[in-house]
Every structure is written in C-alpha cells, then in structure tokens.
C-alpha cells in the first residue's frame, strides 16, 4: 500500500514542482499529509527586462499556497541558474539538512532523463541524499525526448484546477506554452487514459518503500 505521510518536493528551480506534481500535491494535500518544497533557484537572471529580482520568490510563495503547501513548509534557495553543476556539493549538503529537518516519506525529483543541466544536479544529488526514501521522477516533457512512466497518481478535477491556477499565479512565466492550462488539462487527460481514469500524473520509479 502505498501510503506515504510526509512529501518533500524538490524543484531546481521555481515552478517545476508546480508542473511536475502539482496535482499530486493537491491530492496528499487534501489527504491531510504533510507536503514540503524546496526550489532551489529563483532565477532573477532569467526574468525579463525590468521585472523585480524577486517575481519568481513572490510568484512561487503564492502559487504553492494555492495547492495548499503552508507557508512554513517552503524553502527557497538563491543558487544561480544554470550553474548547478559548479555547486554541486553545496546543493547535496542543503538536500541533507532537509533530510535531517523534513524526514519524508517521499520524494519527488525531476526526471532522469531531464537534459536540463540544474535539474540533473537536483536528481542526481537528490538520489544520494535520500536513499532511505521513496522517490518519484516527475514528468516535464519538454526537457526529455524520453519518459519511462512506470506510476501513475489518479488525480480529481478538482486538483487539476488547482494545478492550473497555481501556475496561473506565475505571471512572469505566462508566455511559455508549457504553463497554459490546455496543456496542463490535455497532458493530465492522456495519463489519465493510461491509468484508467480521469486525470492522472506520470512518475519514473526509482525506489518505492512501502
């Protein structure tokens, strides 16, 4: 049975949770578990001309509060975009205080196949610093021409519209095609089909305790 009470989700950088699992967080959420996340970068080098450094720190704080993430349970990192690779250790050494302080259950990490530098440091550490963990790889399918979705989270209507409006809340990030909720809809409808039901999300499996 696969029960997990205390969810960590670690995201390189600010929205990835939101589009990897978002839906399932709005789901352990309204199961009255635990959930915690960590994004490891707010990418002020990567915001348009003239937007404050800190769009995608207010931005991220509002849009996890709409799946229902408490405001406690956020943890945003500065580490520089695109240079994950250089800091390695110290990411690795951030993932093991949250360990320690967190003690999930589960984790949700990006993919393996994600061909995003950052997030294959985040993946790569992350399976390093929670060996003692279930760990999930959630699906963004425009960093990986491959996906081995092996599990499946049946998902509501009702999480999925909370999926859309939090990244609806990312403003900044509006202009993406990945952030509009026809692809957030269509995406969760076709792992729904998979998974018979209505709505689902896909993960990679990379241990699973239960």
């Keep these: 049975m696969f029960d997990p009470k205390t969810i960590l989700v670690l995201a390189p950088h600010t929205d990835d949770g939101e589009l990897g699992c978002g839906g399932s967080v709005s789901k352990f959420i309204a199961e009255n578990k635990q959930v915690y996340y960590a994004a490891f970068s707010t ?10 450094p800190d769009t995608l720190a207010r931005e991220c704080k509002k849009a996890t509060s709409v799946l229902g993430i408490p405001a406690a349970n956020i943890t945003l990192f500065d580490f520089e975009v695109r240079t994950f690779p250089n800091v390695r250790q110290e990411i690795l050494e951030e993932m093991v205080k949250l360990g320690r302080k967190i003690k999930p259950d589960l984790v949700f990490i990006p ?20 060996k003692n963990c279930s760990l999930l790889g959630y699906e963004l399918p425009w960093n990986h021409a491959q996906f081995n979705s092996t599990f499946f989270i049946n998902l509501s209507g009702t999480d999925i519209v909370k999926k859309a409006g939090a990244l609806k809340v990312y403003l900044s990030q509006a202009h993406r095609n990945y952030m509009q909720e026809d692809f957030i809809t269509s995406l969760a409808r076709v792992r729904g089909v998979q998974a018979n039901t209505q709505y689902a999300e896909a993960f990679e499996v990379y241990k699973l305790i239960s």
Excluded: M, N, W, Y
């Design 43 to 52: 990418c002020t080098k990567s915001l348009a001309p003239g937007l404050p």
């Design 111 to 130: 993919s393996a196949t994600d061909i995003h530098q950052d997030h294959g440091v985040i993946h790569t550490e992350a399976l390093r610093a929670f």
